[in-house]
C-alpha cells in the first residue's frame, strides 16, 4: 500500500467518482462566480471550498471561512459584515466581518442554509453589487469577494417554504457540486484507512507496520458509513492506538456501544422475580411502556406505532384508551 503525506489531508482517493468530481471541481475553480457545494457530514465540503480557492486566480488572496452553525442567529450578521462601537450591547469597538476580511479572495459559507433571511438579504446585496454596510453605519464599503458556500440541506425545499432566499439561491448555484458519499467511492475505503492508519502511527511514534486482517477489511468495506470521511478517520485512529503490534484485528464503527449491554441484559428482571400475585400489574405498566416507546419511536402516529408493535391499528387504539389517563402524562 503506498504512503501518502499529511499535506494531502483527506482529500484522497483514485475511484471514479472521487477522480470526476475533482476533476469538475478545477475546471469550476477557474471561474470567478459564487459556487455551491453540497454533501453529506464528514464528505469534505470544506476541503472542496479549499481546493476551490487555491486553484482559483484568488490563492494568493486570503481563504476565509465562516461556520453559520456554530454562531447564534443574532450574530451572524456582526460576523459577516463587522459593526461600529456601540451598534449593539457588548460592540466596544469597530470590528470588520469576515467580508472585509476576505476583500480579494474567497469567503466559505458552511451550512448557509441556517443563516436568518434578514442576513441572506445583505448577503444578496454584497454578491451582486460588492457592497455592504457594517452593522450599526450607514457607510457603503466596497469589497471584491467570491464566495463558496456548502451545505446539506435541501436549498430548494427551503425556498418553497419561505426559508431561503430564491434571489441568493439563484445566485449561489452558478454552479452546483455534489461531494460523493464515501458509501459510493467502495475503492477509496482502504485507500483512505491506510492513509489515517499510518499518520496515527506515526504520531503515536510507533515503527510497526499497520496491518489490518481480512475480516476487518470486509467489514470497513462492507459499512455504509453514514459520517463519511469523517467517521472512518476515526474508527481507524481508535482501532490504531488500541492495537497491538500493528496488527488490526478489531474497530469499533459506533462508539457509544455499550460494553455492559450483555451483562445488562443478564442481570435482568427475569418474570420469575415478579410474583404471580401481581400479574395484573406487571402487565399494565409492561403495555403502557411498550406503547409509550412506540409513539415515541412514530413521533406520535398511531398507525406508525401499532405496526411498529406489530398490531391492528383497533388493536393499538384498544390499548391507547385503556391506559389514556397514564399516557396522556408523557405522550
Sequence with gaps: MKEYSATAKEALGESELFLDFQQHLSRAAKVNRPMLIIGERGTGKELAA????????????????????????????????????????????????????????????????????????????????????????????????????????????????????????DRLSFEV?????????????????????ARMNRELEREDDII??????????????????????????????????GEIT???????????????????VSTEDIPVEQYKDAMRKLEVDFVKRALRKSDGKQKIAAEIMQLTYDQFRGLYRKYSDELSLEV
Excluded at 232 to 244: I, P
Design 250 to 268: 478489531e474497530i469499533k464503527l459506533d462508539p457509544f456501544e455499550n460494553p455492559f449491554a450483555d451483562k445488562l441484559k443478564d442481570n435482568a
Design 50 to 169: 479549499s481546493r476551490l480557492h487555491f486553484l482559483s486566480n484568488r490563492w494568493e488572496q486570503p481563504f476565509v471561512t465562516m461556520n453559520c452553525a456554530s454562531l447564534p442567529p443574532g450574530l451572524i450578521e456582526s460576523e459577516l459584515f463587522g459593526h461600529e462601537a456601540g451598534a449593539f450591547t457588548g460592540a466596544s469597538g469597530r470590528r470588520k466581518g469576515r467580508f472585509e476580511e476576505a476583500d480579494g479572495g474567497t469567503l466559505f459559507l458552511d451550512e448557509i442554509g441556517l443563516i436568518p433571511m434578514v442576513v441572506q438579504e445583505k448577503i444578496l446585496r454584497a454578491v451582486e453589487y460588492g457592497t455592504f454596510e457594517r452593522v450599526g453605519s450607514s457607510f457603503t464599503h466596497e469589497v471584491d469577494v467570491r464566495i463558496v458556500a456548502a451545505t446539506n440541506d435541501d436549498l430548494p425545499s427551503l425556498c418553497e417554504k419561505g426559508k431561503f432566499k430564491e434571489d441568493l439561491l
Design 177 to 197: 457540486l455534489f461531494v460523493p458519499p464515501l458509501r459510493v467511492r467502495k475503492n477509496d475505503i482502504l485507500l483512505l484507512a491506510f492513509h489515517f492508519a
Design 212 to 245: 489490518f486482517s481480512e475480516d476487518i477489511i470486509d467489514k470497513m468495506s462492507d459499512f455504509s458509513w453514514p459520517g463519511n470521511v469523517r467517521q472512518l478517520k476515526n474508527v481507524v485512529e481508535r482501532a490504531v492506538y488500541t492495537c497491538n503490534n
